[in-house]
């Protein structure tokens, strides 16, 4: 009975594996398996992305606005040359980059599937300075890179149709039909949604990639300390999009880790 049963567990998951995609995350090279594609996500993600852009509102300050367009930009533009230069230059286009700034006092910023990035007013008087927000950003733009929205939905369905998976109903279409409902069920409703709740792992990846893209925008990836820092002293970790990260200890000892690599890429 109990062969049987590992028997079906490892057909299962030979069956679940084969299905999708596997790929590498860019910068830490983890190998991920995908059901749901890029550009299913994209479709999700863009409708709600749209709604949340008209009811916020612009900020009115063109000072930041500019340099939140400016900073992104440069992030996006390094991030373009490193995926051309390591033979991702096909998944550029999935990228359509849009940066705003947007009237909001939380200490927030989020970036859609995309490339579709907001900041709120409430992050600038914590970054201070271009550095600071490249920072920041570098680490939203990371979480879209490394399809970590694809990956939190393709996880949701293998637990919940693993079964129709291995009894051949869940081929592509089927995936299709699930994919509105379940992406309701695991990313919930609202731009916002689409980047929190993702794992404690994710965010350090996370924080490992945005580390070296601000370092090949030309930031001192340094500033990421003093950063988390200000951010562990007035409290925000816990008030903010920031709440689910890893702990500010924990993150500034990690990013104190890879600091000699991401300097490898740094150039002023």
């Given at each position: ?8 567990v ?20 983890r ?24 009811s916020a ?57 995309g ?8 992050l ?14 570098g ?11 694809a ?54 990846e ?23 820092q ?30 000699p ?8």
């Open positions: 009975m109990k062969v049987m049963k590992l028997f079906w490892l057909v299962v998951a030979a069956i679940m594996a084969s299905c999708g995609t596997t790929s590498q995350v860019p910068i830490t090279g190998k991920q398996n995908l059901i749901v594609s890029n550009e299913q996500v994209l479709s999700l993600s863009t409708q709600q992305y749209q709604e949340y852009m008209k509102k612009a900020s009115t300050n063109a000072t930041n606005t500019a340099m939140v367009k400016w900073v992104g930009q440069k992030l996006a533009n390094a991030v373009v040359a490193y995926l051309k230069a390591n033979g991702m230059g096909d998944e550029v286009s999935q990228y359509q980059w849009e940066f705003n700034l947007v009237q909001n006092t939380q200490v927030n910023a989020f970036c859609m599937p490339g579709k990035i907001v900041v709120y007013e409430g600038l008087p914590v970054t201070q300075n271009e550095a600071s927000l490249a920072i920041v950003l680490h939203e733009i990371a979480h879209a890179v490394a399809k970590h929205s990956e939190r939905l393709s996880n949701a369905y293998k637990q919940q149709y693993g079964m129709q998976i291995l009894s051949g109903v869940a081929q592509a279409a089927g995936v299709n039909s699930n994919l509105q409902q379940l992406g309701t069920q695991v990313l919930g409703v609202g731009a916002q949604a689409w980047s929190s709740g993702f794992s404690r792992s994710q965010e350090s996370a924080d490992h990639i945005g580390l070296i893209f601000a370092a090949m925008a030309g930031y001192d990836p340094a500033v990421a300390l003093d950063f988390w200000r951010m562990a002293a007035e409290g925000n970790s816990s008030t903010s999009i920031f709440s689910d990260h890893p702990s500010d200890a924990k993150r500034i000892k990690q990013i104190q880790g890879w600091l690599e991401a300097k490898k890429y740094y150039k002023k």
